[in-house]
């Protein structure tokens, strides 16, 4: 069975010693966790392998502290035409953000949108900034999907949504605070924003003193707002709708209030089979899951998949029987790049072969059409 070490942040800065073994280990401050199958005792190697004394080797997995993003949204969610507008705009001109004022003209919008605005295509992977300069330039994932000729250029397909959800979800290098820790470490059935933003001050002080409750409170009303409708009917697009498209998902639910007095909302997470996720974007999802967390693993195990840290199963809240149904169809597949396989001892899925993102991306699309 898979143990985790933990340590607590340390200051000291020397380095792991070769040979060294669990118990005598001093982790370096960004150092978080270790991963291992192997029983405390074992010994690392020069090329960070853990050696057992009967010759058998296994990799050493260190899990590093992310840098959370909390503040530079400006407490907007992400509007319905502000991602197709940004891509227009960057396809014109890269260096759009790069001159404020100048960008308010382009995209009909005040100073502070404008950085929000470059703030959530960044974050919804559409746009990536370019190391030198100011540029900004379109990935593959924005361009195929919301370019003048895209597959989705105006967010009219749930597949589009999902898959925006998926990448403000699962940034590995600098994920959103509430993002991340809410989708993967929130285990009560209810969410309320009290509770919520207690765990997140605790998890944001716990890497940085400096943030203030003021922010914290901006950044949760951010995640809250970018699911659950502030005004308007819901599907109801519109130029001045405030909105965030993702609302159309129904992620999050309310499902009461509490107290006396102020009555304080109480929402949920829509925990259940999803038949809007299609078999293909769920496919695209594991293999992005596969390649950016797992990408020396040849095997996972179905926990892994349906409730790892950044699995499709977290990201979006699927049952796990739904999800052992979807690999048990993907691996019926002929030519798939998965085969799941279960027995008394274990449930695993293997990887057949290396996938092609804008391929899968193609075939999520494809789908709709050929129906």
Same mark, same amino acid.
């Given at each position: 069975?898979?143990?985790?070490?933990?340590?607590?942040?340390?200051?000291?800065?020397?380095?792991?010693?070769?040979?060294?073994? $669990?118990?005598?280990?001093?982790?370096?401050?960004?150092?978080?966790?270790?991963?291992?199958?192997?029983?405390? *005792?074992?010994?690392?190697?020069?090329?960070?392998?853990?050696?057992?004394?009967?010759?058998?080797?296994?990799?050493?997995?260190?899990?590093?502290?992310?840098?959370?993003?909390?503040?530079?949204?400006?407490?907007?969610?992400?509007?319905?035409?502000?991602?197709?507008?940004?891509?227009?705009?960057?396809?014109?001109?890269?260096?759009?953000?790069?001159?404020? /004022?100048?960008?308010?003209?382009?995209?009909?919008?005040?100073?502070?949108?404008?950085?929000?605005?470059?703030? !959530?295509?960044?974050?919804?992977?559409?746009?990536?900034?370019?190391?030198?300069?100011?540029?900004?330039?379109?990935?593959?994932?924005?361009?195929?999907?919301?370019?003048?000729?895209?597959?989705?250029?105006?967010? /009219?397909?749930?597949?589009?949504? $999902?898959?925006?959800? !998926?990448?403000?979800?699962?940034?590995?290098?600098?994920?959103?605070?509430?993002?991340?820790?809410?989708?993967?470490?929130?285990?009560?059935?209810?969410?309320?924003?009290?509770?919520?933003?207690?765990?997140?001050?605790?998890?944001?002080?716990?890497?940085?003193?400096?943030?203030?409750?003021?922010?914290?409170?901006?950044?949760?009303?951010?995640?809250?707002?970018?699911?659950?409708?502030?005004? *308007?009917?819901?599907?109801?697009?519109?130029?001045?709708?405030?909105?965030?498209?993702?609302?159309?998902?129904?992620?999050?639910?309310?499902?009461? @209030?509490?107290?006396?007095?102020?009555?304080?909302?109480?929402?949920?997470?829509?925990?259940? /089979?999803?038949?809007?996720?299609?078999? /293909?974007?769920?496919?695209?999802?594991?293999?992005?899951?596969?390649?950016?967390?797992?990408?020396?693993?040849?095997?996972?195990?179905?926990?892994?998949?349906?409730?790892?840290?950044?699995?499709?199963?977290?990201?979006?809240?699927?049952? @796990?029987?739904?999800?052992?149904?979807?690999?048990?169809?993907?691996?019926?597949?002929?030519?798939?790049?998965?085969?799941?396989?279960?027995?008394?001892?274990?449930?695993?899925?293997?990887?057949?072969?290396?996938?092609?993102?804008?391929?899968?991306?193609?075939?999520?699309?494809?789908?709709?059409?050929?129906?």
């Amino acid at each position: 069975m898979p143990i985790c070490h933990k340590t607590r942040p340390h200051s000291d800065q020397r380095a792991l010693r070769s040979g060294a073994r $669990w118990s005598s280990l001093v982790f370096p401050r960004p150092l978080a966790q270790v991963h291992t199958t192997l029983p405390t *005792g074992a010994k690392i190697s020069v090329d960070n392998a853990i050696v057992m004394q009967n010759g058998a080797t296994a990799e050493l997995c260190i899990t590093t502290e992310r840098n959370y993003r909390i503040s530079g949204h400006e407490s907007f969610p992400c509007r319905y035409t502000w991602l197709p507008k940004a891509v227009r705009g960057l396809n014109a001109d890269p260096a759009l953000f790069s001159n404020d /004022e100048q960008a308010m003209v382009t995209l009909g919008v005040g100073k502070n949108m404008v950085r929000s605005i470059r703030f !959530w295509v960044h974050a919804a992977g559409v746009a990536s900034s370019e190391k030198k300069g100011s540029s900004y330039s379109l990935t593959d994932f924005g361009r195929l999907l919301l370019s003048d000729r895209g597959l989705d250029p105006f967010l /009219e397909d749930s597949s589009t949504l $999902w898959l925006l959800h !998926w990448n403000l979800s699962t940034d590995m290098d600098n994920p959103l605070l509430a993002w991340d820790y809410l989708l993967n470490r929130w285990h009560e059935p209810e969410l309320a924003r009290s509770t919520a933003l207690k765990v997140l001050q605790k998890e944001a002080s716990r890497l940085d003193d400096g943030i203030s409750m003021v922010t914290l409170e901006q950044h949760f009303d951010t995640f809250l707002h970018t699911y659950v409708p502030t005004r *308007g009917r819901k599907g109801q697009v519109q130029e001045d709708n405030l909105d965030c498209p993702l609302v159309e998902l129904d992620f999050i639910l309310k499902v009461g @209030e509490r107290g006396a007095g102020k009555r304080e909302t109480i929402y949920c997470f829509r925990r259940e /089979e999803k038949p809007e996720i299609s078999l /293909e974007l769920f496919s695209y999802c594991l293999d992005d899951f596969w390649q950016t967390r797992h990408k020396s693993e040849s095997t996972l195990p179905l926990r892994e998949v349906a409730h790892g840290h950044g699995s499709p199963g977290q990201i979006f809240k699927l049952p @796990e029987e739904d999800v052992r149904t979807r690999l048990d169809l993907l691996s019926r597949q002929a030519g798939g790049l998965f085969a799941y396989s279960e027995s008394a001892q274990f449930q695993q899925v293997r990887r057949r072969a290396e996938a092609n993102k804008t391929t899968m991306l193609r075939a999520i699309y494809r789908v709709g059409k050929d129906a």
